[in-house]
């Protein structure tokens, strides 16, 4: 038996290909994503502007499966870890982060990550595989579900590192952002790399917007110990490419800077980074390192954090200090991994 079709991995042309490939009119693709993404239909049976032999036989052929909640662990601060199952009995999380009036996801791209970042849980576990834009997409078709309410945000920074995903990533983008899905606005899709440079090159401009490079130290030795990547593509390499890559005017890259204590949050770490993004177009968000129970590392002090965004808003750059949500439950950055024991 063939496997069903996975409808939430096709973004409007593809799911009209799709019906076109039933022998069906293709208009019946906007009809079932705004079943999907706006009515919120589970079932093809409650689409009742589709002939009732359509709907038995997308029964029969195609699936709107979303990833199973294995487990869930809610925060003091109201920050909501799900431990989600995928169709192969694969574990992956994504965490609901609500904020003022916003809820933001926090999605995983892969099964494991093989980047082997020294901070990063998700790190230890090493790759298994990569998501299927539909089990991206699913995450948040499932998280608003959850959160009885729309998703206004999602950050693609959960488990893996998604350009090693790229394809997916870029449609699960795609359909997150459009009309006919979520239609999240565009700015408000945030994709994380570790700096996979010849990756970054191949992303199509519409999504360039949604970059941000995780870059955590202001010299090579630190990020080459911190980050394996930098061995490949060093800091140079890596700015360079985001200044020659034909980012859209008015927008700009984020800098991802996670603050270790000791390690890479000196005043000389606050002078040198500025030096290093004065010709890049961008904003940096720092998040304050939370240890976790097998970390070497340790949180940087509050004075220290403070001196080092005083440093970048005095040189005129927007630096934002992200709050660490969800420390109680492991649900902070770089403390996702596939476990129940949290
Ligand atoms: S920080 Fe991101 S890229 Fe690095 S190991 Fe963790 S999940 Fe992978």
């Known amino acids: 038996m063939t496997r069903p079709s996975h409808l939430l991995d096709l973004d409007l042309p593809g799911l009209e290909a799709y019906f076109a490939s039933l022998g069906e009119r293709p208009f019946h693709a906007r009809q079932v994503m705004r079943w999907v993404y706006k009515r919120g239909a589970t079932g093809f049976d409650a689409m009742t502007d589709l002939s009732a032999g359509l709907r038995e036989r997308l029964a029969r052929e195609a699936s709107l499966a979303v990833p199973r909640v294995a487990a869930e662990h809610e925060s003091r601060d109201g920050t909501r870890k799900l431990l989600l199952e995928l169709g192969d009995g694969k574990r992956v999380e994504t965490v609901l982060i609500p904020d003022a009036g916003r809820i933001t996801q926090c999605v995983s791209t892969q099964v494991g990550c093989a980047m082997g970042c020294a901070f ?10 990569n998501l299927t834009a539909g089990e991206i997409v699913g995450q948040v078709v499932l998280g608003q579900r959850r959160a009885g309410a729309r998703i206004t945000n999602v950050v693609f920074m959960g488990m893996g590192e998604p350009l090693h995903n790229r394809d ?4 699960a983008v795609r359909i997150l952002g ?9 700015r408000r899709l945030t994709v994380s790399t570790s700096g996979l440079v010849d990756e970054m090159r191949r992303l199509p401009a519409d999504v360039l917007p949604a970059l941000a490079v995780s870059l955590n130290a202001t010299t090579d030795a630190v990020r080459d110990r911190l980050m394996p990547v930098n061995r490949r593509w060093p800091i140079a390499e890596l700015l360079g490419a985001l200044k020659d890559l034909p980012l859209p005017p008015r927008a700009r890259y984020t800098i991802e800077y996670v603050l270790l204590g000791g390690v ?43 001196a080092f965004q005083a440093h ?6 927007t630096a934002i200090l992200r709050k660490s949500r969800g420390e109680d439950i492991l649900a902070a950055c770089g403390q996702l991994k596939a476990d129940t024991a949290n």
């Open 120 to 129: 990063c849980r998700t790190g230890t576990q090493g790759y298994e595989r």
């Open 168 to 171: 997916n990533v870029v449609r």
């Open 312 to 317: 970048l808003l005095a040189k005129n750059f």
């Open 264 to 306: 890479n949050d000196t005043p000389d770490d606050a002078r040198r980074l500025v030096r290093l993004l004065s010709d890049v177009r961008c904003k940096v968000n720092l998040i304050a390192y939370n240890p976790h129970p097998d970390s070497p590392f340790r949180a940087p002090d509050p004075a220290a954090v403070e």
């Open 178 to 186: 459009s009309d006919h899905g979520l239609n999240i606005t565009r």
